[in-house]
């Protein structure tokens, strides 16, 4: 029989198949990659990650992934930038990216960043954007407007002569629409990968 107190580890098994795969594999896939020679095993691990909340079946009895899936353990202590902390390796919650980033998932779509005109903000080329689509946004927000027509990414500002977008490097000029300047969504988070 498969060992409950190894369901960690085999859900870590199940979570990288499915982060190459994007689909759960088949219980005699499973049995195979844990090393479970009988059915009954497999079976037994796949009712505990069920009743856990990991995994659910399909109407056409099928394995899927639930929210709880996703979620990645979130360490209960804070990376200081400056002088390192004590170290310890507990881990106390856990969170999805799409719950911690996502507040909206209807109106937000991400947008790959292009250019290095808001680089002083921590926003560099091939960033990704989180942006919550909206046509309203506040004085200092970063936005995605549309100006004569064309997108870009800046911090909203108003002045006397009214509403100008801002760049965050000072190679850049700030710019004013000639036409028209639509708000299409305000960023409410950012990813970057490191390779």
Known sequence: MGNPNRDQEYLGKLQDYYGN?????????IGEMLGMASKSAVSALVKRLILAGYVEMTPDKR????NRFFEREL???NVPAGLPAAANDAMSE????DEYLIAKPSSTIMVRVRGDSMMEA???DGDIAIVERRPAANIGDIV???VDNEYTLK????DKQGFVLLPHNAAYSPIRPEESLEIYGVMVGLV???R
């Open 21 to 29: 795969y994007r689909s759960l594999p088949s219980y005699a896939v």
């Open 75 to 77: 360490a209960d202590f």
């Open 155 to 158: 911090e909203l500002a108003k």
């Open 144 to 146: 995605v407007a549309i």
């Open 94 to 97: 856990s969170l999805t990216l």
């Open 192 to 194: 970057r990968k490191y």
């Open 122 to 124: 921590g926003i560099y």
């Open 63 to 66: 394995l899927a992934p639930t």
